[in-house]
């Protein structure tokens, strides 16, 4: 069933509604009356107007074929996917100076089972969309006061034998979630793919977020709901700003493994399996190696581009060139984080990295 939006206004005002009504606990029988969602991706840096909605026209049209409808002035995009429909704020990022054409929200009232298969077949058909690989291990002291529950999903895939080990925790006030987490933590790999807020208190706003950038959310104030992703989305952003600043120094980032996850297998059959798979949309046809060492030029499927990767016993350096999209550091570490080592941090800066090196990793 076809809703009548034409607005960005309209639009906002009905998930208003939805998100009341969906906090009382009613339910609905066709696919646009579930709980609201949103979906953040990304798309490349250094868009102009122009380009972004050339782009957006492209993808969803020939890797979709999707039917597109403007209003406002542009401001809001019809996007129908078969039965399905979803709608783009093209300009709700637009204050914000390394988010703006780079990441756009795509808002839907469908079932999540029907809407994530369709944004999954979008990122792996397209070339120019990606998620947006958010890191929920790292502290964020503005939002964790309000946390009440995690979820945590480690496949494990490049390591040998290790089991799936995947968990939820969930409470009805934070304080109680925080006594929990504490206890259970420490026992457990944990890879925090979904988290869940109370803002204000529990018949306010509730969001579930998802470390891909999909959020669901319900409850009073649909301006919470806002505020929420654009302060992810400006951190996110910001932080791939700097990643690409880099490039320009010829310096690169790292992802260091925890001590316990140090390779104890040759670097280079790691680096193999990192090139063996499609998700992580880069491809390397050579890959030199030593005992200690692995090194590969990878062409960067996402928007175009070339990274070099090296691997060592403790971690990884990523450069990328000038024009690659850093966001593709984002989608390594969120593998590596699932299907090997859950306690992996980025580091953005190489003295930061070296200080660690000298006093916590020592090899014979």
């Not at 999909?214 to 400006?234: A, L, M, P, S």
């Not at 996850?261 to 030593?290: A, W």
Request: glycine share 4%; net charge negative; proline share 2%.
């Amino acid at each position: 069933m076809k809703l009548e939006i034409n607005t960005r206004e309209q639009l906002y005002e009905i998930i208003n509604e939805k998100m009341v009504k969906s906090l009382k606990g009613r339910r609905y029988e066709n696919l646009e009356s579930a709980i609201p969602k949103v979906y953040v991706l990304e798309t490349s840096s250094n868009l102009n107007e122009n380009i972004f909605f050339d782009y957006m026209k492209k993808e969803f049209v020939n890797r979709m074929d999707a039917n597109l409808s403007y209003f406002d002035d542009n401001e809001l995009i019809e996007i129908k996917i078969g039965d399905t429909y979803f709608y783009a704020d093209p300009y709700l990022f637009y204050d914000l100076e390394n988010a703006r054409f780079r990441f756009v929200p795509i808002f839907t009232l469908a079932h999540s089972q029907v809407s994530d298969s369709i944004i999954g077949s979008l990122i792996k058909k397209s070339f120019f969309f990606d998620y947006q690989w958010l890191d929920f291990n790292e502290s964020d002291d503005e939002y964790d006061e309000f946390i009440v529950g995690i979820s945590s999903s480690f496949p494990g895939e490049l390591i040998a034998n290790e089991e799936n080990v995947s968990f939820s925790l969930e409470s009805n006030s934070s304080k109680a979630f925080i006594n929990n987490y504490k206890k259970i933590v420490k026992q457990l790999p944990l890879n925090k793919v979904k988290i869940k807020y109370f803002l204000s208190n529990p018949e306010s706003t509730h969001i579930i977020a998802y470390n891909n950038g999909k959020i669901t959310f319900y409850g009073n104030d649909f301006e919470e709901v806002k505020e929420f992703f654009k302060v992810k989305t400006k951190k996110y952003s910001d932080e791939l700003f700097e990643i690409e600043k880099l490039a320009y120094n010829y310096e690169g980032v790292y992802i260091i493994f925890d001590k316990e996850k140090k390779l104890k297998e040759k670097p280079e059959n790691f680096l193999k399996r990192l090139n063996d798979n499609n998700e992580l949309k880069v491809v390397s046809f050579q890959i030199f190696s030593d005992e200690d060492e692995a090194y590969g030029v990878f062409s960067d499927m996402h928007v175009g581009g070339s990274l070099a990767i090296n691997v060592y016993r403790f971690g990884l350096q990523i450069l990328i060139r000038p024009g690659t999209c850093s966001n593709t550091v984002k989608r390594i570490l969120n593998f590596i984080r699932k299907n090997y080592d859950p306690l992996c941090k980025l580091y953005i800066s190489e003295k930061e990295v070296f200080n660690i090196l000298d006093y916590d990793y020592k090899y014979e």
